[in-house]
């Protein structure tokens, strides 16, 4: 009897000294951050780090007389403003029997709230919030408990140099499509469809309404073309334009529609619209006044769409992997202008008419030309299409195959060796014919050393990276040697370009860095960029860039389009855009986007082994000189 009392004596001190043990240690460890969101806003991470068997409450918890939700109460401060509620995960649920069947909402293990500020100020902000909390078990819940926290945002100068930078890139790239939109304007006026509508139009106008009504009609023209490209924008939107750029499938499709135009304009089919859009436009042309003029325009590029569509195509799509929300209308903007200049030129001097060459087959040969080069640009989308899935398919040597068999044909066209129409001369050659075709085929005696590892500079960009070949030399494409410090990466191995010593994750070679003690060049860049090729073959090929590279740097190359699955275990929502991070590219782009600010590519920064920036980043820089400065600068201020 005495021992009984004795062993249930000792089973209740043990089970006191438990739960007096699980009162003194908190099962819940609070960490915070504070990063930069969208825009302006800040985004304050508060997580919750929960014990096995212990739970929190949801902010939305309603039990009546029982547990107590989870409260992030903000301090209120002239610095910055609170944005709508403490955002948080979907927590779990379960029925208590305990509280009258009333539903129980909570988180285990680990869970991430997010509350957006935007700050009213450009200095350093104090942030404080109290977060009021219970921490329950299965069998108990603590008393409440409040946790101040003061947090301190120093906003970081990198960001405005990176908006800087990317707004320059877009500039830029807005710059380029909008000449590119103007040379497709120019070419589709040499049509056949666009170029025998010139006279008769105009002399409509010269004798119904001369200039005042022919400037109106260059104006629809502007204005039905800009509507498409904004209709394009807002469609897709601007995140979306530059997902274009490195979606594989997407970039398959471009090829499809490329051959599709290509062989359009080879005379194979035409691209024609339905018959009943173009009545119903020529019906309202008949109306007069601004209505008729506007649908005059509008029968125009209905009429001419068999023609113009290709070019019109081609250009949309540049534009729109360029990734700027403005790029579709720029370039409409540039192709309407050159389209319509000839209608308003001719209108105020009908005289010039006169000097205008006759329709003939001159005409056709253009669509031809067009046909060629739309063939040649075709590969460029297939081949980021194999880049992107590492396919392997259309490595380096046969890309250049392919263009020499092109360009090759092309040339033959030009002296007149090769017709695609019945009755076309395959004898007589024109001045104008040979001086083409000599360009051509230099063009094509100029690829064919690629085809054994010769740099071939005037095609890079288009061209698949150097180190993407069958065929491995295993000497350097720079004037210099290969790295002494080469150290394979150990996790998603790639080559590197220029035969530089790189690494294809951010946290091992930042560890290399360390080791090393030398700066660190973060390389945004992707397998679909075309300005990356031309920086790698270029830029980085110039012994003065090269020999930075590959003694004062650990050069970090991320591929925001990397295509490699995540392991579950690492893969997580995006507290930036809130999207799901699946793949290795995913993640590279997040962190450009989290940390910089911009997701255009190429984008290099200097940084010393802690992540601060060293120097102003750079984009697209095709100067050399320039280039080793920025790395140059970066150095210095390392030492």
């Known amino acids: ?80 403003t609170v944005v709508g509620k403490v955002i948080e995960p979907k927590p779990r649920s379960r029925v208590e029997e305990a509280y009258s069947n009333q539903t129980l909402y909570y988180f285990e293990h680990e869970v991430n709230f997010i509350q957006k500020i935007i700050p009213k100020t450009n200095d350093s902000l104090a942030i404080k919030v109290a977060i009021t909390y219970m921490s329950c078990s299965s069998t108990m819940c603590l008393p409440p408990e409040t946790e101040e926290v003061a947090l301190v945002y120093k906003p970081q100068h990198v960001l405005t140099l990176a908006d800087q930078t990317a707004l320059s890139v877009k500039e830029t790239n807005i710059g380029w499509i909008f000449l590119g939109g103007l040379l497709g304007g120019f070419l589709a006026l040499l049509t056949p469809c666009v170029f025998s509508m010139i006279p008769l139009t105009v002399s409509y106008f010269t004798k119904n309404g001369g200039l005042k009504k022919a400037i109106l009609y260059a104006v629809s023209i502007v204005v039905i073309y800009v509507a498409l490209g904004l209709t394009i924008t807002l469609t897709l939107g601007p995140d979306a334009l530059n997902a274009l750029a490195s979606n594989g499938i997407v970039n398959l499709i471009f090829f499809l529609i490329f051959m599709a135009f290509a062989l359009s304009f080879l005379g194979a089919f035409e691209i024609t619209l339905p018959s009943s859009w173009l009545n119903k436009s020529d019906k309202m042309a008949d109306r007069g006044g601004f209505i008729g003029i506007f649908f005059m325009a509008f029968t125009l590029a209905l009429v001419s769409f068999s023609c113009t569509g290709p070019i019109i195509g081609s250009l949309l799509v540049e534009a729109a992997i360029n990734g700027s929300i403005a790029g579709p209308a720029a370039g409409m903007f540039g192709f309407a202008l050159a389209l319509s200049i000839p209608f308003m030129l001719f209108a105020a001097f009908p005289s010039m008419l006169k000097k205008l060459p006759k329709s003939g087959s001159w005409l056709g040969k253009v669509k031809v030309i067009l046909g060629f080069l739309e063939l040649a640009l075709a590969m460029k989308f297939l081949s980021t299409f194999d880049l992107v899935y590492q396919l392997g398919f259309l490595k380096r040597e046969v890309f250049i195959a392919v263009w020499i068999v092109i360009f090759t044909s092309f040339g033959f066209y030009m002296l007149g060796k090769l017709s695609f129409e019945d009755g076309e001369s395959k004898s007589k050659t024109s001045i104008s014919g040979f001086i083409s075709s000599v360009a051509i085929f230099s063009f094509v005696v100029y690829l064919i050393p690629g085809l054994w590892g ?102 970090i190359s991320l591929y925001v389009d990397d295509t490699t699955p995540l392991p579950e275990d690492e893969q997580y929502a995006s507290e930036t855009t809130g999207k799901k991070i699946k793949t290795i590219g995913n993640k590279w782009s997040d962190f450009q986007t989290t940390k910089f600010r911009t997701n255009s590519q190429p984008f290099y920064v200097a940084v010393d082994t802690k992540g601060a920036i060293l120097h102003e980043p750079v984009a697209y820089e095709p100067n050399a000189k320039t280039y080793a400065a920025f790395l140059q600068e970066g150095m210095e201020k390392f030492k």
């Not at 951050?33 to 800040?42: A, F, V, W, Y």
């Not at 014990?51 to 929190?56: A, P, R």
């Not at 370009?497 to 390389?523: R, S, T």
């Not at 945004?524 to 090929?541: A, H, L």
Request: glycine share 4%; with cysteine.
């Open 1 to 80: 009897m005495k021992r009984t009392i004795f062993f249930s004596i000792l089973l209740v001190c043990l089970v006191v000294t438990k739960n007096y043990a699980q009162l003194q240690e908190n099962p819940v460890g609070w960490k915070t951050s504070i990063r930069q969101g969208k825009g302006d806003t800040l985004l304050v991470n508060l997580r919750a780090t929960i014990k096995e068997g212990w739970h929190i409450n949801s902010q939305f918890n309603a039990i009546q007389n029982g547990p107590l939700p989870t409260v992030f109460d903000f301090e209120q401060s002239e610095q910055y």
């Open 454 to 555: 010769a740099p071939v500079k005037l095609a890079s960009g288009f061209l698949p990276p150097s180190f993407y070949k069958e065929w491995n030399q295993n000497t350097p494409t720079a004037n210099t040697s290969i790295s002494a410090n080469a150290v394979p990466t150990k996790k998603h191995t790639q080559p590197c370009p220029q035969n530089l010593n790189c690494f294809h994750d951010y946290e091992e070679g930042v560890a290399y860095a360390k080791e090393m003690n030398k700066p660190i060049l973060l390389d945004f860049t992707g397998w679909s960029c075309v300005n990356c090729r031309k920086m790698e073959d270029n830029v980085w090929s110039d012994p003065m860039v090269w020999e930075k590279l590959n003694n004062d740097y650990v050069l």
